[in-house]
């Protein structure tokens, strides 16, 4: 490949005039003009090329991004799908906008098997092991307000020095840890600053010391953000259109239809999609006494619509869940505290939801991510709005 010419002044005047010669020189002309066209080498002189620096990481580059394009045309086949090269967009980093679509292809892509890569069919002109296939996803920036983990360590550092031993006895001392695994949590903070050790962030100096920059918050948020390719990424739905069409929850294609509408769907892929799926919904309300169609041809939908579908799927789900458990099930009411063990989780189409038991019943309520290690252990919470507050240990507020 020409890239990889040492001598990046190139004078073809020079070569031997026999036929082969004269063959292979042809050739490199060719190309040695197509890289000119890409501004990636310059004729001098007549037969006289300079190749750009920037040629070598450029055609990487492209090379790179030609296998992503095949992999993005693969997934789409597999769909029954078609759609033109020049629609694709290819992020090295977090989008400056959110992005929303449907997930098409899920597979891991590196060599230790830590990065999974989703491949995603947007609405509009990497790592989430919870999305399904045919799940709606938001992709967007990263928020940049850095981890608890980094703002507990610079606040319990003194003179820039970090003492596991002096945030182990004042964890103890407010008893906020969840499950009281004091050791534990301490440790996870102990492992982030070896983490961060290696990126020159932090410094070591014995088991009980580590030396935390005046800055350090600062540099582990840029240390992420460069890490983790600055994007945020939130599912909005696991269930496919097709199945949030005839549910008898509230869906992510409800809250359009009352909320964002169809104002920013394109005419075409998966734009399209969403808004045939968005008719059928809303003709599945209708059908259904949720919705009327009114004189003007407008539609108005029942009042306090997402509500009613999240508490009319939540007590159908609870019943089917009754049957299995040969345990009764009560739905929790807005203001009440939910106590019991959690036994485990439920997906709706309204959202992901905790089973929190007691020995003569079991409730569900809105599962958040501070309860994820709370499983088989006692929780508490508060029902506010559709959302719930929980208490766990003696922490307060977590997770509205």
Do not use: C
């Amino acid at each position: 490949m020409i890239a990889e010419a040492e001598n990046r002044l190139l004078d073809l005047r020079r070569e031997p005039d026999d036929a082969r010669s004269q063959s292979d020189r042809t050739v490199r002309l060719r190309r040695l003009g197509k890289l000119g066209d890409m501004g990636l080498a310059t004729e001098h002189a007549s037969g006289v090329w300079e190749l750009s620096e920037r040629l070598e990481p450029a055609l990487r580059e492209m090379g790179e991004r030609g296998d992503i394009i095949r992999t993005m045309q693969k997934a789409l086949r597999a769909e029954g799908a078609e759609r033109d090269p020049m629609s694709f967009e290819i992020h090295d980093g977090a989008p400056a906008a959110p992005i929303v679509g449907r997930v098409i292809d899920k597979h891991l892509s590196d060599e230790l098997g830590e990065t999974l890569t989703l491949v995603v069919d947007g609405i509009d002109p990497e790592r989430v092991e919870d999305a399904r296939i045919g799940s709606i996803i938001e992709i967007g920036p990263a928020e940049s307000t850095g981890r608890p983990s980094d703002r507990a360590i610079a606040g319990m550092a003194e003179d820039g020095i970090y003492r596991p031993s002096r945030h182990l006895e004042q964890a103890r001392f407010d008893g906020r840890v969840p499950g009281g695994d004091y050791e534990g949590f301490v440790d996870a903070h102990v492992r982030r600053l070896e983490a961060l050790r290696r990126a020159g962030i932090a410094e070591r100096i014995d088991a009980d010391q580590w030396r935390i920059p005046a800055d350090f918050e600062a540099r582990a948020v840029a240390h992420d953000a460069e890490r983790n390719g600055s994007a945020n990424i939130r599912i909005l739905s696991t269930f496919d259109l097709e199945r949030q069409i005839g549910s008898d929850g509230a869906t992510w294609l409800d809250r359009r239809l009352t909320g964002a509408g169809e104002s920013d769907l394109s005419a075409s892929g998966f734009g399209e999609q969403v808004r045939e799926a968005m008719d059928r919904r809303r003709n599945h309300h209708i059908e259904h006494g949720d919705a009327a169609r009114q004189p003007d041809g407008r539609v108005a939908y029942r009042r306090n619509l997402i509500a009613t579908l999240q508490e009319r799927e939540v007590a159908r789900a609870g019943e089917e869940l009754a049957a299995k458990k040969s345990l009764p099930f009560r739905a929790a009411a807005d203001g009440e505290t939910v106590t019991g063990t959690l036994t485990g989780t439920t997906q709706l189409s309204s959202g992901k939801f905790a089973i929190v038991e007691k020995s003569h019943e079991f409730t569900l309520v809105p599962w958040r991510t501070v309860i994820d290690r709370q499983l088989g252990r006692e929780v508490s919470g508060i029902i506010l709005g559709g959302a719930v507050s929980w208490h766990l240990g003696r922490q307060r507020g977590l997770g509205l």
